[in-house]
Structure formats: C-alpha cells, structure tokens
C-alpha cells in the first residue's frame, strides 16, 4: 500500500499542474485589470499638445461622457488603432476625444498628427509621463471611458479595434448617456 502512495503522489502533482494550465490559457492575455475602474479619473493640469499656453484637465469635461486615449508618435500599436480612432471621432461627434500624447517630443507628435489626421478634440502633453503613471498606463495605446462624474468605467490595454469600439465601448456609452 506504501508503494501506491509514491506512484499517486507525482500523479496528482501533475493534475493538478495541468488543472492551472488549463485554466489559464481560456483566460484572455490583453485583459490587464485596473484599480482605478470605477474610481474618479486621477486629476491633472496639463499644456495642449497644439498650444503650450493653454491647459486641459479632466474637470474641463465634468457633465460628459469621454474617451482619454494614450498614445505617441513613437508607438507601432497606435499606427494600428489610429484608423479606428479616426472614424470613432466621426461617427461619435457627441463624445470628445481626447489625446493624453505620452513620454514624447512635441515636435515628432505634432508632425505625426499631420501626417495621419487629428481624431483628437485636443491632446494634452504628458512629457515625463507623470499623468500616465497616475492612470496606471502599462504602455501605449490604452484608451479610458470616462463618465459624466468623472469616475472610469472602462479601461481598453492595447489598440482599440472596430470589434473593441462596437462589443464593449459603443454598449457602454449608450448605458451611459
């Protein structure tokens, strides 16, 4: 009987090795939980990206629905997602858009923005990426929806996609409004 314990030991070891395996590859690897969902939108005060003599912070939109969206001239994914940011700001002329352009020179995102359009309301300059740090950005793209109380509901890890904005944002801004 001793000798059947040694071989069940390793036995069950195993199942239970190949029982977390299993249930960590039906999970989805670009969900990233955030803290700050459903808590107030840190505040800032930071200078546009087109104008350094005048600001935007968050409390400037109190009493609407918005999208922060972090991005930079220097991000490969945010040439994947801008395409889809574009038509978002076209197609949802009720909701700002707004740019937080992280850790980036002003000179490379501006030309950057000229170069593929402007879905941007306006883009605020988070140089040394402060603000990103207070928002928990893990890297760029991510995009927050923001409510009318300025609290976050949602927090998007990587390029937003047609998908993205039709299944889990557009649904959220019509619970919204």
Not at 5 to 23: C, E, G, K, M, N
Not at 70 to 83: K, Q
Not at 125 to 145: K, L
Request: a neutral charge; glycine letters at 6%.
């Amino acid at each position: 009987m001793k000798r059947f314990w040694w071989f069940l030991i390793p036995f069950l070891a195993f199942a239970v090795l190949v029982f977390f395996l299993a249930r960590g590859l039906t999970k989805d690897p670009s969900y990233v939980p955030s803290p700050l969902v459903g808590k107030p939108a840190p505040t800032f005060n930071l200078p546009q990206l087109h104008d350094a003599k005048q600001t935007f912070a968050p409390e400037d939109l109190k009493g609407r629905v918005w999208l922060l969206n972090v991005w930079a001239s220097w991000c490969v994914s945010c040439r994947a997602e801008h395409p889809v940011l574009v038509d978002f700001a076209r197609t949802h002329p009720d909701v700002p858009l707004i740019g937080l352009d992280y850790k980036d020179q002003r000179s490379d995102a501006l030309a950057w923005l000229k170069q593929h359009g402007n879905p941007y309301v306006l883009s605020a300059f988070d140089a040394d990426g402060r603000v990103g740090i207070d928002y928990g950005v893990y890297g760029v793209p991510e995009t927050y929806v923001i409510d009318q109380a300025g609290i976050i509901r949602y927090k998007h890890v990587g390029p937003v996609t047609p998908d993205v904005v039709q299944t889990l944002i557009d649904p959220l801004l019509k619970g919204l409004k």
